[in-house]
């Protein structure tokens, strides 16, 4: 299925001038990132840490192409030493940064990332423009941002925002032509410019797996959003996007076993349910948990047939909202699956982006294994399950 993905984004891709990237940060397995190297997929990387990640699968260091870019709202930790050593374009998300890539020591390329004052998430919280987003530099100070990359002896060489998927195709699609007008305005500021990245975004419908997005709609506009960048800068300007979960969403399946399956009644607070406990949690999973996203989930044995019941997932973390079955409102939302019982095992499906990435050790549990399945039925584990030792591996008593 991954492959079939890649496949997708490479065809959606195949056009003068246009070039995908993957958003690591949805699943930064190795094994992801090779494919996504073997495949010509360019990676958009967030830490100083996942830009080592993405070079250690194999991605190239460098500018000549810039296979690495690294999208930054805060340079932590490693991240300017890593951006030194390597020659990783620096993707900016606030002025000041270029101050600090200065100080580093920093000279050269740098891409500006871009708040375009509109866009939508697939849910509120995950809104990545407009005047609540924390994302980039403001539209209107773009300007000044240049000329204060050049005052610092920095070409702004990529222009890039990422504007979310919103919750419909059309609406994405009309985003995406706003964008790339918002920036063909603006190549006149950038006389160094040699790319536009438009971000990723590409949906996934989660509840409709068979469901299709119109992918040839959006390479009809990426070539006619690099034609017209072109032609705003007098030369051929490379056009990018960055899709994270379109590639991995639905390559994962998280499975858990149902340990038991107990009741509440109906009282003056509200209505009884049936609550399914089960030993996977939101620290394998935590949209639900997060913004109360919907995940397929299905009987492993029983996908079709037999009585059903309505029932709340729910799993062993010591925090009520550590449930598998929520709704927009972030309430438990009973779901109408095969009457369960102790030992049957789920599938709690497209779990692949934004799901062991951002797995947690809440309640010192430690990580799930990852498990990888070849079309031949091979199965090979990719990373074992996390014990105690590993947990306290980083403990010190260390005086500082
Ligand atoms: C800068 C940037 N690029 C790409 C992505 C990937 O988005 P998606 O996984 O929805 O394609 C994100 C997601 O937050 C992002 O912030």
Same mark, same amino acid.
């Given at each position: 299925?991954?492959?079939?993905?890649?496949?997708?984004?490479?065809? *959606?891709? %195949?056009?003068?001038?246009?070039?995908?990237?993957?958003?690591?940060?949805?699943?930064?397995?190795?094994?992801?990132?090779?494919?996504?190297?073997?495949?010509?997929?360019?990676?958009?990387?967030?830490?100083?840490?996942?830009?080592?990640?993405?070079?250690?699968?194999? +991605?190239?260091?460098?500018?000549?192409?810039?296979v690495?870019?690294?999208?930054?709202?805060?340079?932590?930790?490693?991240?300017?030493?890593?951006? *030194? /050593?390597?020659?990783?374009?620096?993707?900016?998300?606030?002025?000041?940064?270029?101050?600090?890539?200065?100080?580093?020591?920093?000279?050269?390329?740098?891409?500006?990332?871009? @708040?375009?004052?509109?866009?939508?998430? +697939?849910?509120?919280?995950?809104?990545?423009?407009?005047?609540?987003?924390?994302?980039?530099?403001?539209?209107? %100070?773009?300007g000044?941002?240049? /000329?204060?990359?050049?005052?610092?002896?920095?070409?702004?060489?990529?222009? +890039?925002?990422? !504007?979310?998927?919103?919750?419909?195709?059309?609406?994405?699609?009309? @985003?995406?032509?706003?964008?790339?007008?918002l920036?063909?305005?603006?190549? &006149?500021?950038?006389?160094?410019?040699?790319?536009?990245?438009?971000?990723?975004? !590409?949906?996934? @419908?989660?509840? %409709?797996?068979?469901?299709?997005? &119109?992918?040839?709609?959006? #390479?009809?506009l990426?070539?006619?959003?690099?034609?017209?960048?072109s032609?705003?800068?007098?030369?051929?300007?490379?056009?990018e996007?960055?899709?994270?979960?379109?590639?991995?969403?639905?390559?994962?399946?998280?499975?858990?076993?149902?340990?038991?399956?107990?009741?509440?009644?109906?009282?003056?607070?509200?209505?009884?349910?049936?609550?399914?406990?089960?030993?996977?949690?939101?620290?394998?999973?935590?949209?639900?948990?997060?913004?109360?996203?919907? +995940?397929?989930?299905?009987?492993?044995?029983?996908?079709?047939?037999?009585?059903?019941?309505?029932?709340?997932?729910?799993?062993?973390?010591?925090?009520?909202?550590?449930?598998?079955?929520?709704?927009?409102? /972030?309430?438990?939302?009973?779901?109408?699956?095969? #009457?369960?019982?102790?030992?049957?095992?789920?599938?709690?499906? %497209?779990?692949?982006?934004?799901?062991?990435?951002m797995?947690?050790?809440?309640?010192? !549990?430690?990580?799930?294994?990852?498990?990888?399945?070849?079309?031949?039925g091979?199965?090979?584990?990719?990373?074992?399950? /996390?014990t105690?030792?590993? !947990?306290?591996?980083?403990?010190?008593?260390e005086?500082?």
């Amino acid at each position: 299925m991954l492959r079939e993905r890649i496949g997708e984004i490479r065809e *959606l891709t %195949d056009l003068p001038g246009v070039q995908a990237r993957f958003a690591m940060k949805a699943c930064p397995a190795t094994k992801v990132l090779r494919e996504m190297a073997g495949a010509g997929i360019w990676i958009d990387a967030v830490s100083g840490n996942e830009v080592l990640r993405a070079l250690h699968a194999g +991605h190239a260091a460098g500018m000549e192409p810039p296979v690495i870019c690294f999208t930054a709202d805060v340079f932590r930790d490693n991240a300017l030493e890593v951006v *030194l /050593e390597y020659g990783v374009l620096p993707n900016i998300g606030s002025p000041g940064m270029i101050d600090e890539l200065a100080r580093a020591g920093y000279r050269g390329k740098v891409s500006l990332r871009i @708040n375009p004052g509109f866009g939508h998430g +697939h849910v509120n919280s995950c809104d990545t423009g407009g005047p609540s987003s924390k994302h980039g530099i403001w539209h209107a %100070d773009a300007g000044e941002a240049a /000329e204060r990359a050049a005052a610092a002896g920095m070409t702004v060489v990529m222009l +890039h925002a990422h !504007i979310g998927s919103g919750p419909q195709f059309e609406e994405l699609l009309e @985003n995406l032509g706003r964008l790339a007008e918002l920036f063909a305005g603006m190549v &006149p500021l950038f006389p160094g410019l040699e790319a536009v990245s438009l971000g990723g975004g !590409i949906p996934h @419908n989660y509840r %409709d797996a068979g469901a299709k997005v &119109p992918l040839g709609r959006l #390479k009809e506009l990426f070539g006619k959003a690099q034609a017209r960048l072109s032609e705003a800068a007098g030369r051929a300007v490379r056009v990018e996007i960055e899709p994270g979960r379109y590639y991995v969403a639905p390559t994962c399946t998280l499975v858990t076993r149902v340990t038991d399956v107990k009741r509440t009644q109906t009282n003056e607070k509200g209505a009884g349910a049936v609550f399914a406990m089960v030993d996977a949690g939101f620290v394998d999973l935590v949209r639900p948990a997060m913004y109360g996203s919907w +995940h397929g989930i299905s009987v492993v044995g029983r996908e079709s047939g037999g009585e059903t019941e309505a029932v709340v997932v729910a799993g062993p973390l010591c925090e009520s909202g550590d449930v598998f079955t929520r709704d927009d409102a /972030e309430l438990i939302q009973p779901r109408e699956l095969p #009457k369960l019982a102790a030992g049957d095992l789920l599938a709690i499906r %497209d779990a692949g982006a934004y799901g062991y990435a951002m797995s947690s050790n809440y309640n010192s !549990i430690g990580k799930a294994p990852q498990l990888w399945l070849e079309p031949d039925g091979s199965v090979t584990q990719i990373s074992r399950r /996390e014990t105690l030792e590993d !947990i306290l591996k980083a403990e010190t008593e260390e005086r500082v």
